[in-house]
Nanobody, 122 residues
Framework: QVQLVESGGGLVQAGASLRLSCLAS????????MGWFRQAPGKEREFVAA????????YYADSVKGRFIISRDNAKNTVYLQMNSLKPEDTAVYYC???????????????WGQGTQVTVSS
């Protein structure tokens, strides 16, 4: 089973940028699609972005399209989420996840990281 560890969260002001990283264990990272989700207090976990196995296909939630960029480095077993022009409504715990196919649905992902907190102040 792939194990995932997120990092890069923090407290920033609105308009700032952050880059999240998710390091995966194992030698099969390139075989999997990867996704980023987030969960704000009192809300359900929501899709943020996903990327195909080879990194060619990328997909975004409308709320982050044009501000966030997902990428991956298969040689480093790492997927990234570059977050620009952050807004207070982006405040949440961000999770990376691994799956067999690119999908918007959290139940299709089979392994999750522990999450990293992102807080955006106004």
């Amino acid at each position: 089973q792939v194990q995932l560890v997120e990092s890069g969260g923090g407290l920033v002001q609105a308009g700032a940028s952050l880059r999240l990283s998710c390091l995966a264990s194992g030698r099969t990272f390139s075989m999997y699609a990867m996704g980023w989700f987030r969960q704000a207090p009192g809300k359900e976990r929501e899709f943020v972005a996903a990327i195909s196995r080879n990194g060619v296909g990328t997909y975004y939630a409308d709320s982050v399209k044009g501000r966030f960029i997902i990428s991956r480095d298969n040689a480093k077993n790492t997927v990234y989420l570059q977050m620009n022009s952050l807004k207070p409504e982006d405040t949440a715990v961000y999770y990376c996840a691994v799956g067999d196919v690119v999908t918007y649905y959290s139940h299709d992902y089979k392994s999750w990281g522990q999450g990293t907190q992102v807080t955006v102040s106004s």
